[in-house]
Nanobody, 118 residues
Framework: QVQLVESGGGLVQSGGSLTLSCRIS????????LGWYRQAPGEQRELVAT???????RYADSVKGRFTISRDNLRNTVTLQMNDLKCEDSGAYYC????????????WGQGTQVTISP
């Protein structure tokens, strides 16, 4: 059974930074897509950032220039560095693992809460 364990959420003031990390319980490789999604109360889950092979990185327009996603295939981890945080970045952040990036075998973490205060 694939498990994804997130860490690093918390409460910070607007303009601050947080780093989210996710460890996947199985070996991951370059064809696999890893990513972060978020969900605010009453809203749908939305893409924040995904990474497949190093050149293949995607960000939501709202986080471009502020967030950086990275992965370590040796440690089976994916990290989201979040800078210049805004109140609208608040929500539950979920780690995602898509084996081979085909959308057929997608796994999710339990979520970590990020709260940005004014």
């Amino acid at each position: 059974q694939v498990q994804l364990v997130e860490s690093g959420g918390g409460l910070v003031q607007s303009g601050g930074s947080l780093t989210l990390s996710c460890r996947i319980s199985v070996e991951v490789g370059p064809p696999d897509t890893l990513g972060w999604y978020r969900q605010a109360p009453g809203e749908q889950r939305e893409l924040v950032a995904t990474i497949r092979n190093k050149p293949n990185i995607r960000y939501a327009d709202s986080v471009k220039g502020r967030f950086t996603i990275s992965r370590d295939n040796l440690r089976n981890t994916v990290t989201l560095q979040m800078n210049d945080l805004k109140c609208e970045d608040s929500g539950a952040y979920y780690c995602m693992f898509d084996r081979l990036g085909e959308g057929k075998r997608v796994h999710w973490g339990q979520g970590t809460q990020v709260t940005i205060s004014p």
